[in-house]
């Protein structure tokens, strides 16, 4: 038998199958996102119909920072690399509700044309894609509190600072050491579980003589070296499909898990474009994957996490296309943020919303059973993010390694959960007190009846 795996205190969700050993009448369910209103609309000027490539940041001082392309130049030769081009950010203290601060830190034209917006914090063509994250490396300088990267040229991807968020400047004058085309959107993070920084880029493989987008990463300790980039690896017999995007982040509250939702592009597929600003060829939707490692990508989800939907103006290129961060907004719900409508005159940004932890579950319609690895823990009771019908419950079973039993936690004793918890602790009749059992490898079995399990951890 191998090794228990070292589950400690950490939180796991059902997302792929690293603590599952077997299924019965069960099986792992991903959860759509519910929408949501809109929560920016472009307004011209200074944004138009390619305003994109949304990121949003927690500054943990009751704050929320959007950044966004602004000003795109439609029309113009070599757009991507035009000076022309704007960030944005829009601020909100609730996730809901967003406003454009009068920023006002570049000069308006004198001639009273439009000029740049008043909540532009760059202007250069790196503001094609600027992507900004919240530095949680504890050795971080406070005046790099925020950092950003921009360019879209092949190894000219740029790196930038900023103590507030608002305030930017290239960390160093040179592009960062890092080889890449960059021409969408580049998504760099801290890694707290491995302790290094992450950039996840775009590349064209070929498969069957055939140009497709795909994704890589490389990791670095100082954020100016990276290593070379790996592209992406999947189980085999995964098909690659394009991904033109991939907003990865940490999972918040599991940041040893790496959740990504890239938007994925069928080129092949068009339908009506007639009255777009910007048409343009093919279909896009969004999925989802994740990874324990940055370089491995799970994909027991293989079907879109969010769909077009009724609205026609999102069956045209380029929408669904998920901004990079989770937010929390309270009341049990985390927000995410799709561009939709890219290319029409109405060009937009939609609130989603997620279960916390909720992004998929174990499932039984009637009655089923899941039976985990052999693990160890640490804590004195089990917590349980689970929702069940009227009729529906949860209950659970402590079992030696070896699949025994273990007296007092068995499933006869179990008292089934019911309702819907984001983290309940699983009671016996004899009470809910693990602590007896730290340390030592035991298994899990669920018995589900028309319930959805999404996560655990021990506390």
Not at 196 to 217: M, N
Request: proline share 7%; charged share 25%.
């Amino acid at each position: 038998m191998s090794e228990p795996i070292s589950l400690g205190g950490r939180r796991e969700l059902f997302i792929d199958n690293f603590l599952l050993e077997r299924l019965d009448g069960t099986r792992q369910h991903l959860h759509a996102p519910e929408r949501r209103g809109y929560v920016l609309q472009v307004q011209p000027p200074h944004e138009n119909a390619c305003t994109a490539c949304y990121n949003l940041i927690d500054d943990r001082d009751g704050g929320l920072l959007l950044y966004y392309r602004g000003f795109y130049p439609i029309g113009s030769d070599y757009a991507d690399h035009h000076q022309e081009q704007t960030c944005n950010v829009a601020l909100s203290s609730d996730g809901v509700h967003f406003d454009r601060p009068r920023l006002q830190r570049f000069p308006q034209d004198p001639e009273g044309k439009p000029g740049i917006a008043p909540n532009t914090i760059w202007h250069g063509y790196e503001a094609h894609n600027f992507c900004v994250f919240l530095d949680g490396n504890p050795e971080a300088d406070p005046a790099a509190r925020f950092k950003a990267v921009g360019g879209g040229a092949k190894n000219r991807l740029f790196g930038f600072r900023s103590a507030d968020g608002i305030h930017w400047e290239r960390l160093q004058q040179d592009p960062l050491d890092v080889e890449g085309a960059f021409d969408s959107v580049n998504v760099p993070l801290w890694d707290p579980a491995a302790g290094c920084y992450r950039l996840f880029s775009r590349y064209f493989d070929v498969v069957d003589d055939t140009r497709v987008r795909a994704i890589q990463s490389c990791t670095s300790e100082d954020f100016i070296h990276w290593t070379k980039p790996v592209p992406h690896v999947y189980d085999e017999g995964v098909p690659q499909e394009q991904f033109y995007t991939n907003a990865t982040v940490p999972c918040p509250g599991a940041e040893h898990l790496l959740l990504s939702f890239p938007m994925r592009f069928l080129p092949d597929r068009t339908l009506d474009t007639e009255g777009m600003d910007y048409p343009g060829d093919g279909l896009s939707d969004a999925v989802f994957m994740s990874s324990r490692d940055g370089v491995h990508w799970d994909r027991t989800f293989r079907h879109a996490w969010l769909r077009p939907g009724r609205d026609q103006r999102n069956w045209t290129h380029r929408n669904q296309t998920p901004a990079v961060g989770i937010i929390d907004t309270g009341e049990g719900e985390w927000s995410m943020y799709i561009s939709e409508h890219y290319g029409w005159s109405d060009n937009r940004l939609r609130r989603v919303t997620v279960r916390p932890w909720g992004f998929a579950s174990l499932f039984a319609e009637v009655r089923g059973e899941a039976l985990t690895r052999p693990f160890t823990f640490a804590g004195s009771r089990l917590l349980l993010n689970y929702a069940t019908s009227a009729a529906g419950s949860v209950q659970v079973e402590l079992q030696e390694a070896e699949g025994t039993p273990i007296p007092g936690f068995t499933l006869d004793t179990s008292q089934p959960l019911f309702g819907d918890q984001i983290e309940h602790a699983a009671r016996w009749r004899d009470g809910s007190d693990l602590s007896s059992l730290q340390g030592r490898a035991i298994r899990l079995r669920f018995l589900l009846q028309d319930a959805d399990l999404f996560s655990l951890r021990f506390a």
